[in-house]
């Protein structure tokens, strides 16, 4: 009795540390899939709905580039029948445990790879692939198609027909979002279409809706790099000679290298938060991503039409 009621407790730790869907739908192990980031996890649940269980790994607030896992949760990747991860080196902590899932046969799918992706064009990380791909969403449509056929390839037990029609119906309102942004960012001057942030995050966006990247406190593509004094100085002299006074930095990172720089440099500023790389937790602006991207394009729109006033 004992031996079957630690079963139990295990299975249902399990469940819930991996916050997947331990209801009348996961009865079978062939329709499981776990996603590293919870940005794609939202993306995939909107695909996969009660066809399957979808487990994700990082947590609301987190830091896709730092985030680590249990033992548990490793184990539960190299047992999944399908993996989605972001790739292009954003989850730096995790992406070993996505190889050794590879290795013992469980198919895994790359999905930023998968999309066309761009070069950083600066700072320590220029010349590689640029992993944020998420913040263009015509982007993301194509990232639906591509996960919609992984899933129907390696989950036999889904119905290809609903999958295929949620992912149509998602793809309206990643075609509504992008009209919107669009809307929204049409209202900045052109001449303030200039971006400041704490890393570098924002290209996919600044290529498809018109904005020029200037600049980031930490100049890489990765939080956990540090920026030099010289790359401080540097960014203060395009803060002062471009006339910017917004900043734009993200909610799982303290914003306190943007006020050291901004006090010590005497500039004043407008420090503005953004979800960049992380949803937040259930009741947030960016409990979805469609929302994280609605409030961020807000956020951008009302900083820099504030500032052109």
Same mark, same amino acid.
């Given at each position: 009795m004992r ?42 649940g909107a ?12 947590? &609301? ?60 064009? #600066? ?142 440099a005497g ?5 503005? #938060? ?7 937790? &259930? ?27």
């Amino acid at each position: 009795m004992r031996a079957k009621l630690a079963s139990a407790v295990a299975a249902l730790t399990l469940c819930v540390t991996l916050l997947s869907g331990c209801g009348p739908m996961a009865n079978n192990d062939s329709s499981r899939i776990v996603v590293t980031t919870n940005i794609l996890g939202d993306i995939v649940g909107a695909i996969v709905g009660d066809e399957a269980d979808v487990a994700v790994l990082m947590k &609301p607030n987190a830091d896709p580039h730092s985030f680590a896992i249990s033992a548990q949760e490793a184990h539960a990747l190299q047992t999944a029948n399908l993996v989605i991860f972001n790739g292009l080196r954003l989850e730096e902590g995790v992406l070993h445990h996505v190889e050794a899932a590879s290795r013992e046969g469980v198919p895994t799918f790359e999905v930023g790879a998968a999309v066309d992706p761009i070069e950083y064009t #600066s700072g320590d990380t220029a010349g590689q692939a640029d992993p944020h791909f998420w913040t263009d969403p015509t982007r993301v449509v194509r990232a639906v198609e591509r996960i919609t056929d992984q899933v129907i390839e390696h989950l036999p037990h889904v119905d290809a027909n609903t999958l295929r029609q949620r992912a149509a119906s998602y793809a309206k309102e990643l075609t509504a979002l992008d009209a919107l942004m669009e809307q929204l960012f049409q209202a900045i001057p052109e001449t303030k279409r200039k971006l400041i942030t704490n890393h570098h995050v924002f290209a996919y966006l600044a290529q498809r809706y018109g904005f020029t990247v200037m600049g980031a406190i930490v100049p890489s593509g990765t939080t956990l790099a540090s920026p030099s004094a010289s790359d401080l100085a540097s960014l203060v002299g395009a803060i002062s000679d471009n006339g910017i006074s917004t900043i734009f930095v993200d909610t799982s990172q303290p914003d306190r290298l943007a006020r050291v720089l901004a006090d010590s440099a005497g500039i004043d500023v407008d420090i503005r #938060s953004l979800y960049s790389e992380s949803l937040g937790g &259930p009741g947030s602006p960016a409990d979805t991503y469609l929302n994280m991207m609605r409030f961020n394009a807000s956020q951008i729109s009302d900083g820099l039409r504030a500032a052109a006033r």
